[in-house]
């Protein structure tokens, strides 16, 4: 089965204290540490009334959506999760999935917070995803929205057995996925087809550059 995990404002939830956890642990200088925790907390927000700026917020949690350096601090976070799938790998509890004979297992694709997760389609492995998912949660404060995230299985599985599975996880059960990372997740015999949207966008591109020249 492969799971399409979308977290709940990704961004805005993560826990600094989490985040400086993380860095400690990967090795980071405590001097870059601080000066990292220094750029995070000290945003202010002003709000916008009539074209003029009204007082100040002050966050304490979350990342800046825009800033630079926020996707990579954003990975690091993520470093958590995949640190939690690769021990449940380590002591057998998880398998994931092998794309031929002789391939290594794939339990998981990260791209910042688009999420793919890849496990057998028993009760046995959706109860370690979801132990794995609730302890990501309480340590990093982001939140998963199983409503818009979304499970699909191999043909081989009863669909009995989906439909149990996928109200187990709380996640709506899918036929298949349409797109990761805007690139269709199956292609037709005509694989022209499923690419031409591709084509089309760099046209559109192309002709706009032209028309600035």
Request: aromatic share 12%.
């Amino acid at each position: 089965m492969a799971l399409k995990i979308d977290m709940s404002k990704a961004y805005d939830r993560i826990d600094w204290s989490f985040l400086e956890a993380i860095m400690r642990k990967l090795g980071f200088a405590e001097q870059w540490i601080q000066l990292m925790l220094t750029c995070i907390s000290t945003v202010s927000y002003s709000f916008v009334i009539n074209g003029t700026p009204h007082g100040f917020l002050h966050p304490s949690r979350g990342l800046r959506q825009g800033d630079p350096l926020s996707p990579y601090l954003f990975l690091l976070c993520a470093e958590g999760l995949t640190t939690l799938i690769a021990q449940k790998e380590r002591e057998g509890f998880l398998k994931g999935i092998f794309i031929c004979k002789g391939a290594p297992a794939i339990s998981h694709l990260f791209f910042a917070d688009d999420s793919f997760l890849f496990a057998r389609a028993n009760m046995a492995d959706c109860m370690v995803l979801k132990d794995i998912l609730d302890t990501y949660e309480r340590a990093s404060g982001q939140q998963v929205n199983f409503q818009k995230s979304a499970v699909c299985f191999s043909k081989n599985v009863h669909r009995g057995d989906q439909l149990m599975l996928a109200q187990f996880m709380g996640i709506p059960c899918v036929d298949h996925h349409s797109q990761y990372l805007g690139l269709p997740m199956v292609l037709d015999k005509k694989k022209d087809a499923s690419f031409n949207h591709l084509k089309e966008r760099l046209w559109k591109k192309l002709q706009t550059w032209k028309e600035s020249c």
